[in-house]
C-alpha cells in the first residue's frame, strides 16, 4: 500500500499533553512545552503560556495587545507576489511598522481571498521573516500548503500565538481574555494559565452564587458578575459567593 501524507500537520499536538514537565502551580524561566499546549488536570484545563509582564495569581490574563505585533496591528496586509496551490510561503508587506523575525511564529494568519467576495481562510504560521513595508522580500511560512492560488489582490492578517506574552487583562480591554494564572507569574517567564473548571479569580465586586461572570471593564485583571447584556466577554459562572476585592471561585468556560 502507497505511503498516505496525514493532513493537516499545522502544528497538531492532539488533545493534550500526557506527561507534563512542569507543575501547574511552577513558573519555568525556559520554555518545556510548546505554547497552546492544552493540560488537563481532573475537571480542570490549563492551556501552557508565555508571560509579557508580572501577573498576580488570580488575575485574569489576555493576550498581547495588538495580536502580538509591534506597534501597529498587522490587518489586511497587502500580498506583494502571486503564490500558486500548495504553496507554503507568502509574501506580505507590514503595515506602517516593520515587524520582527518570527513575531508571528506559530500564529495565525487569516487570508482574505479578493477573487471570491466574502470568503476567508485561517492557516498557522510556521515562521516569518523580517516583514518591511515595502517591496517583495518579506514572507511568511505556513506549517500547511494553501489550499487556493493567491494573487496581489489578496490580503492577509497577522497575529503571534495568542498564549505568547499574556498579560494582566485590562478594562479596555486590549485584547481577548484568555484565562486565569494560578500563581503569582514573573515577566518573560512560561506557566500553565487555566482556562476552564473551578478557579480563585479576584473579584471587582460582591458576586453571589450562579451569577453569569465577565471580565471587569473598571479595574484591570478582575472578574464581576453581568450587570446589562452590553457588558465584556464572559468567562464563567460563580460557585459560591465572592468577597470584592479577595477572592471567588468560578467555573471558568473560555475553553475547555
Known amino acids: 500500500m502507497a505511503h498516505q501524507t496525514s493532513r493537516p500537520?499545522?502544528?497538531h499536538t492532539g488533545p493534550g499533553t500526557l506527561f507534563?514537565?512542569?507543575?501547574?502551580?511552577?513558573e519555568s524561566s525556559t520554555a518545556k512545552h510548546d505554547l497552546g499546549e492544552r493540560l488537563c488536570v481532573g475537571d480542570r484545563t490549563f492551556i501552557y503560556s508565555n508571560a509579557g509582564a508580572a501577573i498576580p495569581g488570580g488575575n485574569l490574563c489576555e493576550q498581547a495587545t495588538l495580536g502580538g505585533a509591534t506597534t501597529t496591528l498587522q490587518n489586511t496586509c497587502a500580498v506583494t507576489v502571486a503564490a500558486?496551490?500548495?504553496?507554503?510561503?507568502?509574501?506580505?508587506?507590514?503595515?506602517?511598522?516593520?515587524?520582527?523575525a518570527n513575531t508571528f511564529a506559530d500564529g495565525?494568519?487569516?487570508i482574505w481571498d479578493a477573487t471570491t467576495a466574502g470568503t476567508c481562510f485561517l492557516y498557522r504560521i510556521k515562521s516569518n521573516s523580517a516583514l518591511a513595508t515595502s517591496g517583495v522580500t518579506s514572507y511568511i511560512t505556513l506549517y500547511d500548503e494553501l489550499h487556493l492560488a493567491l494573487t496581489t489582490s489578496d490580503q492577509v492578517s497577522l497575529i503571534a500565538n495568542p498564549y505568547k506574552a499574556v498579560v494582566t487583562a485590562t478594562a479596555a480591554a486590549g485584547g481577548g481574555a484568555l484565562g486565569v494564572a494560578p500563581v503569582d507569574i514573573s515577566s518573560g517567564y512560561y506557566f500553565w494559565l487555566q482556562t476552564y473548571g473551578p478557579c480563585a479569580v479576584y473579584p471587582e465586586a460582591a458576586i453571589d452564587p450562579d451569577e453569569d461572570v465577565v471580565r471587569s471593564d473598571a479595574t484591570a485583571g478582575t472578574v464581576c458578575k453581568r450587570a446589562s447584556a452590553a457588558e465584556g466577554q464572559r468567562v464563567g459562572y460563580s460557585l459560591h459567593i465572592g468577597t470584592a476585592a479577595e477572592s471567588c471561585i468560578v467555573f471558568l468556560t473560555l475553553r475547555a
Do not use: C, D, P
Request: net charge positive.
Open 108 to 110: 495565525y494568519a487569516a
Open 84 to 100: 500558486v496551490a500548495g504553496a507554503t510561503k507568502v509574501y506580505v508587506n507590514a503595515l506602517s511598522i516593520a515587524q520582527t
Open 20 to 26: 507534563t514537565q512542569q507543575g501547574i502551580y511552577e
Open 9 to 11: 500537520v499545522a502544528r
